[in-house]
């Protein structure tokens, strides 16, 4: 049986068993007339059968998706023919693989592959015993559990309290699986990680200063040490980071200031948009910007000037980037901006201080915690931001506070070191997950002090 | 008459005609020594006519009452006489309004000053995120009142002391001014209102945020403040009205309904609808 249609039978099911208990509930409660006996709403009865027929079901599917195949592999390895009884790990892997694509039917008849046939049928066989036992149990589940729940349905089954239960824990469900999500996400990289650090020292990664992850293929190939001290990467980050902030916090708290205190409701209206416009535009455009628009202005206005400017100057990257945070800072400052009480402008204003008086002296520093919080928010944004750097920013790692010079970033070199036909276990890929660990745990801290600060502030207005 | 009060009939059906003053309202709306003088003020907060048509004075050294149903337009008339009201958008005020016969709203009239010069405690205590000093240090410190840090300390402290607040907090004015209790709080915003040396203190409902012990300290501190401001008080407590002013004007639906001598007011109104209200039966 198709799984389309064993889902729309399982459907079916479910509809049936909402339409029958709502009905059967309706007839327990002595018709329309007696609906008020009951303790739930009709149709409250309905979802608690509903929910009888499909949870089970539902389970069964999701738990047999995730071990049938396992299993009938496992069964398909005994049969294999002769030659390919006694190998292992990756190879077997190949094998299966091939049994696989033949018996999808998209077989390119390598020599393997023919031997392979008749394991391949088998393995056919064994799906469709496996599809067949599973619609069976399913759609006796389903018929189970609705049968089950439509017995129960009495004037005093408390339907209502039992689809509130429900309800609730497919809510929690859907928030664990983004916290495992999240957990996942940082264990394959720690485990990476880790393996890196039994190759390269701790410290030699975090405190060294030379950078050059190139391991020799050929012994007389100069430049190719393969050094792993992140150190550059951390300050050319920070460099390009650092000139982001510096255009993206004055002109975001401005922005913010202006709209919060000065400008008429119509201008608002006109520029939270545009703002929000800036904040979508996809960072790959605003990397072109950098590498096409902004380097060589930069360059020309140098020579001008008299001073080298390097075309992927930390300086042209870090002033776009700033431009990209900037809606970032100034919705952020907006919203504690307008969380600053009224009252408290009025007290300013009442003791005969101008609007600028009073948002320096009273609005400002009882938003500053909250200002705070949104610009640690834009750093860690900024360290994390990937496009306009790889598209902009310089590939070699250099050590330099001078923004006129090519810097490169964690973010870069992670790309650099993961892009292309790469061998997963060597050192240079492996580095990518340590600096990605690094990113993420700098990131995380920040976001952490971050929604503590604002957190604290909003509590001080409640 | 009717006619001039137009826009809501059935309120404009109940005030009488003239026993005085200005037509539209009953009683004496003349003070000995006006520092305030207020003829036909209306204020539109868009389509609302928020104040309709009010004529009063409020004289040198006078505590004045504002009293009415909720929404009948007092905060709207004590925030016309420091342009507070000007902050609010679509707000339109017309009439003649005077500080010492300069008018309020005049091109010319800098608003900045005359907030100096008509200070203002609102209904919640609303100290700054700052030190108690601080606090009271603000209005000195914008307005360059204080030409060195011991003139500035004579000034906070003569505040507070004025303010009945200093015996309180003398030896923690360096902690912030929110961490105080509501009717200190409320005590430190009228001594940052004093601070400027203002001529006029506007209150709205000053107390109604406080408990009964914190209330009665700040209508003593209103007593004694009298002697060197004039106070315009908004309450909604007949009692504290009785207790802290000479004068009594009752508002209705944004008319000036009658004004008098706080006795006359609660003893024998003139017109039915301050009658009403100040028998409990209505409001
Ligand atoms: N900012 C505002 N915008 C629009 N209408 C307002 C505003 N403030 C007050 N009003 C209206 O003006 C009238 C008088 O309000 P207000 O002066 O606050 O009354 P009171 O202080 O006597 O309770 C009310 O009808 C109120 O709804
Ligand atoms: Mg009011």
């Given at each position: ?7 729309l ?5 479910v509809?049936?068993?909402f ?6 509930a309706i007839?327990t ?9 009951l303790h739930?709403?009709?149709?409250y009865y ?5 929910m009888?027929?499909?949870g089970?079901a ?7 998706s995730?071990?049938?195949?396992p ?5 398909v ?8 009884r ?5 190879e ?5 693989n091939?049994v ?7 077989g390119?008849?390598?020599e393997q592959?023919?031997a392979l ?6 393995y ?30 009495n ?7 039992h ?20 957990l ?5 990289v720690?485990?990476e990680?880790?393996?890196f650090?039994?190759?390269?020292p701790f410290?030699?990664?975090?405190f ?14 100069v ?19 650092g ?16 709209l ?7 201008v608002?209206?006109?520029v ?14 605003y990397?072109y ?5 902004m ?23 870090g002033?776009?980037?700033g431009?990209?945070?900037i809606?970032f ?5 907006d919203?504690?901006?307008n969380?600053?009480?009224?009252s408290?402008?009025?007290?300013s204003?009442a003791?005969g201080?101008?609007?600028?008086e ?24 900024a360290?994390?931001?990937?496009m ?8 070699s790692a250099?050590?330099t ?12 070199q992670?790309?650099?070191l993961l ?13 990518a ?8 745990l ?6 952490v ?14 | 008459m ?6 809501t009939?059935d309120a ?7 026993g005085?003053g ?5 009683g004496d709306?003349?003070?000995?020594d ?10 539109h907060y868009g ?9 009063l004075?409020?004289g ?22 420091n ?9 339109r ?5 005077r500080?010492?016969?300069?008018d309020?709203?005049?091109?010319e009239?800098d608003?900045?000053?005359l907030?100096t010069?008509?200070g203002?405690?609102?209904q ?14 603000y209005?000195?410190r914008?307005h360059?009142?204080?030409?060195s840090?011991?003139e ?5 402290y003569?505040s507070?002391?004025?303010a ?15 961490g105080?209790s509501?009717?200190q709080?409320q ?13 006029v203190?506007l ?5 109604s ?7 009665a ?17 908004v ?7 009785a ?22 007011i609660?003893?024998n ?11 409990g039966?209505?409001?």
């Open positions: 049986m198709q799984f389309s249609t064993l889902l039978i399982l459907c079916g099911l509809v049936a068993s339409v029958l208990a709502r009905r059967r007839a409660a002595g018709g329309y007339k007696g609906i008020r006996s739930s709403l009709p149709a309905g979802y608690f059968a509903a009888w027929a499909a089970p539902l389970l069964l599917l999701l738990l047999w995730a071990a049938s195949d299993i009938i592999m496992g069964r390895v005994e049969v294999l023919p002769e030659p390919y006694s190998i292992q790990g990756p077997l892997d190949l094998v299966l091939d696989r694509v033949l018996a999808a039917g998209r390119s008849g390598t592959q023919q046939q008749g394991t391949a049928a088998h056919q066989s064994l799906q469709a015993a496996s599809r067949s036992l599973l619609a069976t149990l399913a759609i006796f589940l389903a018929l189970a559990g609705g049968l089950y729940a439509y017995r129960r349905i004037p005093r089954l408390q339907a209502r309290n689809v509130e239960r429900v309800i609730r824990a497919v809510l929690v469900g859907a928030s664990t699986i983004a916290v495992f999500t999240t996942g996400i940082l264990l394959s720690v485990f990680a880790a393996r650090f039994s190759r390269v410290h030699e990664f975090l060294g200063m030379e950078w050059s992850p190139q391991t020799a293929i050929r012994a007389d190939q430049g190719s040490s393969g050094a792993f001290g992140a150190v550059p990467l951390f300050t050319g980050t920070l460099l390009i980071s000139v982001a902030m510096l255009v993206a916090v004055p002109i975001g708290l401005m922005i913010a200031i202006y919060c205190e000065y400008a008429a409701p119509r608002r209206a006109l939270k948009p545009v703002l929000e416009i800036l904040a979508g535009i996809p960072t790959v455009v990397g910007f950098a590498a096409i628009t380097a060589p202005l930069l360059r020309e206005l140098g020579q001008a000037l008299g001073l080298q400017v390097a075309s992927e100057s930390a300086l042209g990257v002033l776009v980037m431009v990209m945070i809606p800072v100034s919705s952020l400052s919203d504690v901006i969380a600053v009480p009224q408290l402008r009025d007290g204003l003791l201080a101008t609007a600028s009073t948002i320096k002296r009273v609005v400002l520093p009882a938003a500053l915690p909250g200002i705070v919080g949104g610009v640690l928010l834009a750093i860690s944004r360290i994390g931001e990937t306009i750097v790889v598209m902009a920013a310089g590939l250099r050590m506070a001078n923004p006129l010079e090519a810097v490169t970033t964690v973010t870069v992670i790309v650099t892009v292309g036909d790469q061998e997963f276990d060597s050192s240079k890929t492996l580095a997950f340590a600096l990605g660990l690094v990113l993420f700098v990131t995380l801290l920040l976001n002090v971050a929604l503590v600060v604002v957190r604290r502030y909003r509590e001080q207005y409640e | 009717a006619s001039r009060i137009s826009t009939m404009a059906a109940f005030v009488a005609p003239a005085g200005e037509p539209g309202t009953v709306i003349h003070a000995s006006p520092v305030i003088t207020v003829r036909g003020g209306n204020v389509e609302t006519h928020a104040l309709k048509n009010v004529s004075d409020i040198r050294n006078e505590v004045v009452a504002l009293i009415g149903p909720s929404g009948c337009g007092k905060s709207t008339f004590i925030r016309c006489l342009r507070m009201n000007d902050t609010i958008e679509g707000a005020v017309t009439g003649e309004f500080l010492d016969g300069q309020i709203y005049a091109p009239m608003v900045v000053m907030r010069r008509v203002m405690v609102f919640k205590p609303n100290p700054f995120a700052k030190s108690i000093y601080e606090n009271v240090a209005g000195p914008i360059g009142l204080a030409r840090r011991s500035l300390d004579d000034i906070v003569g507070l002391r004025r009945g607040l200093l015996d309180e907090v003398k030896d923690r004015l360096d902690r912030p001014g929110t105080l509501g009717g709080q005590r430190l915003c009228i001594a940052r209102a004093i601070a400027v040396n203002p001529e203190i209150m709205d409902e000053p107390c945020a406080l408990d009964p012990i914190a209330t300290r700040i209508e003593d501190l209103i007593d004694e403040l009298s002697q060197n401001y004039a106070i315009a008080i309450t909604h407590s007949m009692q504290q009205a207790r802290v002013s000479r004068r009594v004007a009752y508002f209705h639906l944004g008319m000036l309904v009658e004004v008098g001598a706080t006795d006359k609660f003893t109104p003139s017109h039915r609808l301050t009658e009403d209200y100040v028998t039966r209505f409001g």
